[in-house]
């Protein structure tokens, strides 16, 4: 089970680096691919605010790449808990806001995580 959640750990932070990478340096490149339903003017425009997204998922991922480093299991599964409950909310509130497909991308597998962590607990 230990096995299972740190997989999805890593999932989890592995999707938000790719998160900081596309929003920080590929935002006029693949945004227009990936949010085919925003204008394309729109992305030079919102290139700074994309690249500060990008820098608040890339927290995210560390938050949950530092887990893997801390020696004390409780405080360990705490932080877990606490950063992989921040990618669901920001999940849905992405979902709601941007791309239905954000769910699927953020929320589910950081639900997958906590359901772990909370039956591991």
Request: include cysteine; charged fraction near 15%; glycine fraction near 8%.
């Amino acid at each position: 089970m230990e096995i299972a959640l740190n997989i999805v750990i890593g999932l989890v932070a592995f999707i938000h680096v790719y998160i900081l990478w596309f929003e920080m340096f590929a935002w006029e490149t693949r945004g227009p691919k990936v949010f085919r339903g925003f204008p394309k003017e729109l992305f030079p425009q919102t290139k700074a605010m994309a690249a500060n997204q990008g820098l608040y998922n890339g927290f995210l991922a560390a938050g949950l790449i530092w887990t893997f480093f801390i020696e004390d299991v409780e405080w360990s599964r705490n932080l877990a808990l606490f950063f992989l409950a921040c990618v669901a909310v920001a999940g849905i509130y992405g979902a709601m806001t941007a791309d239905k497909k954000i769910i699927f991308v953020q929320t589910v597998p950081a639900s997958i995580g906590l359901l772990l962590l909370l039956f591991f607990l």
